[in-house]
């Protein structure tokens, strides 16, 4: 499985942002999906999952309320919808994939990030 992110770029505070992440491969549907983020200095954390079928939505207590995670498994790609952007949220953001097609994992296949600058 090849992923691959896309959207980042440099955002005011309180701004927002779209991230999209295209997977090859047939099977993406059955797949769980996350975003993950690592921030200059920190360890990378957890961000947003997302079940095989969309029905299931997992996100860490920062992001809850202001990021949505979605995916469209006709397209092989899934989305983070970042909103009320914080300078705390700057970080490289990577998209990964779940062989168990869960939501929390575990993450086996991992893309290349893209970074967000959030600016105050």
């Known amino acids: 499985v090849q992923l691959q992110a896309s959207g980042g770029g440099l955002v005011q505070a309180g701004g927002s942002l779209g991230l999209s992440c295209a997977a090859s491969?047939?099977?993406?549907?059955?797949?769980?999906m996350g975003w993950f983020r690592q921030a200059p200095g920190k360890e990378r954390e957890f961000v947003a999952g997302?079940?095989?079928?969309?029905?299931?939505?997992y996100y860490s207590d920062s992001v809850k309320g202001r990021f949505t995670i979605s995916r469209d498994n006709a397209k092989n790609t899934v989305y983070l919808q970042m909103n009320n952007l914080r300078p705390e949220d700057t970080a490289d953001y990577y998209c990964?994939?779940?062989?168990?097609?869960?939501?929390?994992?575990?993450?086996?296949?991992w893309g290349q990030g893209t970074l967000v600058t959030v600016s105050s």
């Open positions: 990964a994939a779940a062989l168990s097609g869960r939501e929390t994992g575990p993450y086996d296949y």
């Open positions: 491969g047939r099977a993406f549907s059955r797949y769980g």
């Open positions: 997302i079940g095989w079928s969309g029905g299931r939505k």
